[in-house]
């Protein structure tokens, strides 16, 4: 085709003025170092939000280099720019809508062929570009030898080798992309050539847009619509408003169609294909003989037809263990922290501002428990984020997918859904987040489903309280058929849901397995403070509101003397009779579960507010000076990373799923259990827990689910089949219990 | 013969491909283009999916997918 069009649209690039904002977009396959890459040029100056309407993840950063502002945009990473997945429509648009000044194509110096048939379409977008060689120190060590100036001849642009991991070459790529923005002209890569037979459909397609919709032609590189309306890209067609059999592409196609078939897609894909490899050939000198490489011993052992899934399932109780264990000390000392000295502070200085009672009461029930409540997740959130990281970083993840993949399938789920199900058993709140790491919205959204299933470490004392008045003699089994119960019910959730919500095609698994690399320690930092500040912010805001809403509601009409006449004591009695059947039909009970839409453990304290009368004078301790609380911090703190540590050590005994309550503890529930013994019987005692282990799930998952798919609708799902299901296990099991002589 | 009958060790090169739409898109996308060789690599523990080596990095793909591919041996 004539170079005239192309010229024509990428005219009004002039070069930056020097006080201008340059907009760099980093795009690139995945797994080539971009976020390395990134976190190595912007690092802490990255700001993570999404991709407006879609759940991927969108980084930004500001900053200077050499005097000049910069704009870096992290697209996703994808391995073309086909309309079919979320990642690759994002970043497409981003391209073509936004125009940056410049992209920087993160390219695998050890995988160049199949990552230059990205660089090959992004080249088609008419935006100044500079190709990043990276890892280039594994490919050198393989012995590959690049001929970088042929590279960056033939592509029409400045080709920088680096290494991501040891920051080399960073600072050559960020003054090859501001000479390239400088310079736009000349950093727009040369166009490939696809044959005559194609330039010729190509350039008859442009001349039919020019008659017909020239504004097209002035809104997106004229050439690659053209290309685009030939593979018929359903996206480009619905946003001209034109028919897939539109006149103008089938006139200039019909030739091509009887030379070639019908497969236009496939045709252009080949072509791309023939030059990448071509390409390839001429730069790149790769050693006679392969070595068997470290990537193939490890997968010898970690994927072997026997060891595969023990070693797998090592490998998830290690990070379950871990994530738990290292996390739990220091959420109990936040805990502490804010249920003692902070909590102190904040009283004393409430009393001495002489504020009414309700306001005291506010402020230390409401929003200091709400704080407490936010905080004691942030350590576990810190922890999974880091293990997450590492698991994706070091190439494992897609290693987990390969060998569960054939047994989540069965339920309608993907290999990779199996970590986030596991992290669910000690808390589901970063199991949604972990859900961030499927990529295909169907997966994601079916797994963030079955998530509340998996009976988490919150409802445990529940559990452990009624077990403990009920059936201490089997208390272990009662325990594990709780636990179980929860497995086989997302199993048959889970192929229900694949029926009906989800019908349709199945998500396809087509996955890289990626060479093991080691992910840089400053990376991993990185990842899990953005992910650790935006749980923060984000959901601690959220939850923080809920606890003063529940509190009002337990507290309000402002000095009730009994919790029968509180808010939530009158919509206790409200539901009360629903839960009649189940065998607790009673306001207290009703109450204790509505308080545990905050978090499940609640249900227990709730209980013991209801049912015991509290002997609250008196209890009041003197606060400690200043200085003595001061080093209690500091010594508590010191005692968490030790325990934290010898938690690290010692990763036997299984701490998070086994009871922690404590004798005193134990004796101090001993009124609770003598009100609940005359409540309860066995059989509506177990229809209870159950009923706790089913019902919806609480107030911080359902912040986490909207804040991971931007809309309330799963936990609306959610939600509403949970309490169904609930309620209906419950009642066969109260009810068929009954019927069996078990006792009412 | 489909890429899934392959038993480990074993070389084959892409004749067809069947499947359609994003389907194709996506093995196209992926380097599972017509005239490129493949080596079965594995298969996985409960025996789906398998892992291939092609354009000289390792795939991997369920069954019924791969099912969709046709492949001499060579
Ligand atoms: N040897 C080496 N490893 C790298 C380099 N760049 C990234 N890696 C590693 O490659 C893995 C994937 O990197 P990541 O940045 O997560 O890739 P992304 O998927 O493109 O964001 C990590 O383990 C990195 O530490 C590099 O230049 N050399
Ligand atoms: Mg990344």
């Not at chain 1, 402020?363 to 004691?376: K, P, Q």
């Not at chain 1, 445990?460 to 119960?485: D, E, H, K, N, R």
Request: proline share 5%; glycine share 8%; aromatic share 8%.
């Amino acid at each position: 085709m004539k170079p005239g069009a192309g010229i024509q649209y990428a005219e009004d690039r002039d070069s930056k003025k020097s006080n201008e904002t340059i907009t760099l977009a980093v795009a690139g396959n995945p797994n080539a170092g971009k976020s390395t890459l990134i976190n190595s040029i912007a690092g802490t100056r990255l700001q993570v939000g999404n991709w407006p309407g879609v759940t991927v993840e969108k980084k930004t950063a500001f900053f200077e280099h050499d005097g000049r502002k910069i704009k870096l945009v992290d697209l996703p990473g994808t391995y073309s720019l086909s309309p079919y997945t979320q990642e690759e429509i994002i970043a497409r648009d981003y391209l073509v809508n936004e125009k940056p000044d410049v992209i920087v194509n993160v390219v695998d110096a050890t995988n160049l062929e199949r990552n230059l048939y990205l660089t090959l379409q992004l080249a088609e977008l008419e935006i100044p570009l500079v190709l990043a060689l990276n890892i280039y120190d594994e490919a050198e060590a393989k012995g590959y030898r690049f001929d970088l100036e042929a590279l960056s001849s033939m592509l029409g642009v400045a080709v920088i080798p680096t290494t991501a991991t040891k920051r080399e070459g960073v600072k050559a790529l960020m003054t090859a992309a501001l000479a390239a923005a400088d310079s736009p002209r000349q950093s727009i890569p040369k166009p490939i050539t696809y044959g005559d037979d194609i330039e010729r459909a190509a350039d008859a397609v442009v001349g039919g847009l020019s008659a017909e919709i020239p504004e097209a032609l002035e809104q997106y590189p004229p050439r690659w619509l053209a290309l685009k309306l030939m593979e018929s890209d359903s996206t480009v067609l619905e946003r001209l408003g034109m028919p897939a059999d539109s006149r103008i592409v089938a006139d200039a196609v019909g030739h091509l169609r009887k030379a070639h078939g019908d497969d236009m897609e496939a045709l252009l894909a080949d072509a791309r294909y023939a030059q990448a490899a071509g390409l390839t050939r001429e730069v790149l000198k790769k050693p006679d003989i392969r070595k068997r490489d470290l990537t193939e011993k490890i997968d010898a052992v970690v994927l072997n037809r026997f060891f595969g899934i023990p070693i797998f399932l090592a490998a998830m109780w290690l990070m379950f263990k871990l994530t738990f264990d290292i996390s739990k000390p220091f959420a109990d000392w936040l805990g502490a922290m804010i249920s003692g000295p902070f909590k102190r502070a904040a009283e004393a200085l409430v009393s001495i501002m002489q504020a009414p009672a309700w306001i005291a009461s506010l402020v230390s029930d409401g929003i200091i428990a709400g704080v407490g409540a936010v905080l004691v997740f942030v350590p576990v959130i810190f922890a999974m984020m880091f293990f997450i990281t590492f698991l994706e970083g070091s190439g494992y993840m897609a290693r987990a997918a390969f060998v569960m993949d054939r047994a989540m399938h069965a339920i309608g789920l993907h290999g990779k859904s199996f970590i986030p199900m596991l992290l669910g058993f000690g808390c589901n709140v970063p199991a949604i987040y972990a859900t961030r790491m499927l990529e295909n919205p169907k997966d994601k959204a079916l797994t963030a489903l079955l998530i509340p299933l998996t009976s988490c470490g919150a409802r445990l004392p529940v559990y452990v309280v009624f077990i403990g008045t009920f059936f201490a003699s089997q208390a272990a089994t009662v325990l594990w058929s709780l636990y179980v119960m929860g497995i086989a019910l997302a199993i048959c959730v889970g192929m229900v849901f694949k029926r009906m919500i989800f019908r349709g095609d199945a998500p396809m698994f087509i996955m890289e397995l990626p060479p093991y690399r080691m992910p840089t320690f400053r990376s991993l930092m990185i990842h899990t403070w953005e992910k650790g500040k935006h749980f923060l912010i984000k959901a601690g805001t959220c939850i923080l509101a809920v606890s003063i809403i529940v509190w009002f509601l337990l507290n309000m009409p402002w000095g009730v003397e009994n919790k029968k006449d509180s808010y939530l004591g009158q919509v206790g009695q409200v539901i009360a009779p629903a839960l009649k059947p189940l065998g607790f039909g009673s306001w207290e009970a009703g109450s204790a579960l509505l308080a545990g839409l905050v978090a499940k453990e609640i249900v227990v304290g709730t209980m013991g507010e209801i049912y015991v009368k509290k002997e609250e004078e008196g209890e009041k301790k003197e606060a400690p000076p200043i200085r003595e609380e001061l080093a209690g911090i500091v010594t508590s703190f010191g005692e968490a990373v030790k325990s934290a540590g010898m938690n690290v050590v010692s990763t036997v005994g299984i701490a998070t799923i086994s009871s922690d309550e404590s004798e005193e503890k134990m004796a101090e529930r001993m009124p609770l259990r003598e009100e609940l013994q005359k409540q309860f019987t066995p059989l509506s005692a177990y229809a209870f827990i159950t009923f706790v282990l089913l019902y919806m799930p609480c107030a911080v998952v359902a912040i986490a689910m909207r804040q991971e798919f931007g809309t309330w609708k799963w936990y609306g799902i959610a939600f509403a089949y949970q309490i169904v299901l609930a309620w209906v296990v419950a009642f066969v099991i109260y009810q068929g219990g009954k019927l069996l002589g078990l006792g009412g | 013969m489909t890429l899934a009958e392959l038993k480990p060790g074993q070389k084959g090169r892409i004749l067809q491909i069947g499947a359609l739409g994003p389907l194709k898109r996506r093995l196209m996308d992926m380097g599972v283009v017509v005239g490129e060789e493949v080596l079965m690599v594995k298969v996985a523990p409960l025996g789906d999916p398998i892992e291939v080596l092609i354009k000289s990095y390792n795939l991997s793909l369920r069954k019924k997918e791969a099912c969709e591919i046709q492949v001499e041996a060579v």
